[in-house]
């Protein structure tokens, strides 16, 4: 009798960029006979794919693999913290191999080394859509590689490298094989979505026998075309992201657009090297809700950056009082080794830290209750992730997956999870929606 198939445990860590490289690693794994294992005991070999972004990511990954390390002892690691082998050989010098980001032969070829393949023709089944870690109904579809810009309190360009863009044909045939699966939300990512095709010059690709450039206009009217929902994240406000806006509703394009952006003081803008700094950001807003007034816009900020004074912190308080963004997030700024922001020079003291993030998160909160309290008596079209107690925990074209809010309203029967379903919305908090089903 032939011995068993080789079994890989897996962990992944990170961001949905680096959930899109395991998916990745995890289907060639599985296309090449391996098994994916759930547990650290039953597995022959754990790859761990690493986050490195900011100082409590690289304790959680150093954790991850020491935890793997003590349960099994045979490791690969791989991800954004491997670009810095040093720091995880001083605490974890038994690993077996040690990768940087998107280095996926690198790490087949480490599995290869150290748990033979066992290769059966009639059980190596993969579907064509590869190996997912998302449920059925939604998928990250990553457009690009890298980032050309140079934010003072990022390193990605250090460990991912400059922007390097799929040709649009590959990845509208990925998107085609995602929807012939069932997926019914696919969710556009990259560092820096709206740059997607800019190294290559925008370049012609051919899709289904016809000419298509390599630009984020072109793939969003593609995608759009697809017959599902399309999600567009991490999108800078450049000039040209205004065409994008006519092209969305709730049932291609979503009405919905992640914008990074950071911070509302010119002075700390400029001092964090954002892209787009100098572009009239509120006024944008202005025109996208003129074109599109359904349009949900989301962001994250960082608050103590170093320099920041009080003034700066009152400035992006009076531009969040503006700009009425739907969803958003904070962070307070931790410094992040090997970022240029490390030398940057008045830092600012952790309590006074708190106190802004405290201040800037109960603003938010206020300014999203009352944009959900608008949306009481609304009809809204939603997609369902979960049945709980008789409960429908579903989105609408405002929520990503994850990261945003949800919509609960009573399940019926025949309602399943990665259905649509309208509802009308009967209350709401500062996150959620509470609603009924409709006809």
């Keep these: 009798m032939s011995r068993r198939s080789p079994k890989v445990g897996f962990v992944s860590l990170g961001c949905p960029k680096a959930l899109v490289d395991s998916e990745r690693i995890l289907t060639q794994l599985r296309s090449e006979g391996y098994e994916v294992t759930r547990t650290y005991e039953a597995a022959d070999l754990v790859v761990v794919n690493t986050c490195g972004f900011i100082d409590d990511a690289v304790h959680e990954s150093l954790d991850a693999i020491g935890e793997a390390v003590a349960r099994n002892g045979r490791v690969i690691v791989t991800g ?70 140079r934010c003072s309190f990022c390193i990605i360009p250090s460990m991912r490298g400059d922007l390097a863009s799929r040709p649009i044909g590959s990845v509208l045939g990925e998107a085609e094989r995602l929807v012939r699966a069932g997926v019914k939300e696919i969710l556009v990512i990259a560092q820096d979505t709206s740059a997607y095709g800019a190294d290559l010059k925008y370049r012609l690709d051919f899709w289904e026998g016809r000419p298509v450039r390599t ?70 807003l202005r025109a996208w809700r003129s074109i599109n007034p359904d349009i949900a816009v989301r962001s994250t900020f960082i608050v103590g950056f170093p320099g920041e004074t009080d003034e700066d912190f009152e400035t992006l308080l009076a531009w969040l009082e503006e700009a009425q963004l739907d969803r958003v997030g904070c962070f307070k700024y931790s410094p992040v080794e090997g970022a240029a922001a490390n030398v940057l020079p008045d830092p600012v003291p952790e309590d006074i830290k708190e106190e802004r993030y405290g201040r800037f998160m109960k603003l938010s909160a206020e300014i999203s209750r009352a944009k959900l309290a608008a949306k009481v008596g609304r009809r809204l079209r939603v997609i369902v992730d979960r049945i709980e107690d008789s409960i429908a925990v579903a989105r609408s074209a405002a929520d990503a997956p994850e990261i945003d809010g949800v919509v609960r309203f009573p399940a019926a029967a025949s309602t399943a999870a990665g259905e649509f379903c309208d509802v009308e919305v009967t209350g709401g908090d500062a996150y959620d929606l509470a609603a009924r089903p409709v006809p």
């Design 215 to 284: 630009r984020t206009q072109e793939l969003a009217q593609a995608l759009a075309g697809l017959g599902v929902w399309v999600r567009l994240h991490y999108i800078y406000p450049y000039p040209h992201v205004d065409a994008l806006i006519p092209l969305m509703s709730d049932r291609g394009l979503l009405p919905y657009l992640d914008v990074p952006f950071q911070h509302g003081s010119p002075r700390i803008l400029k001092l964090m090297r954002r892209p787009a700094h100098a572009e009239n950001t509120l006024a944008r």
């Design 80 to 149: 954004c913290l491997g670009a810095k082998p040093e720091k995880i050989t001083d605490r974890h010098p038994s690993v077996l191999k040690i990768t940087g980001p998107q280095a996926y032969d690198e790490v087949m070829s480490a599995v290869r080394e150290h748990l033979p393949p066992k290769h059966d023709p009639f059980l190596d089944l993969v579907p064509p859509q590869g190996i997912r870690l998302t449920p059925r109904h939604y998928a990250y579809l990553k457009i690009s590689e890298g980032c050309n810009h």
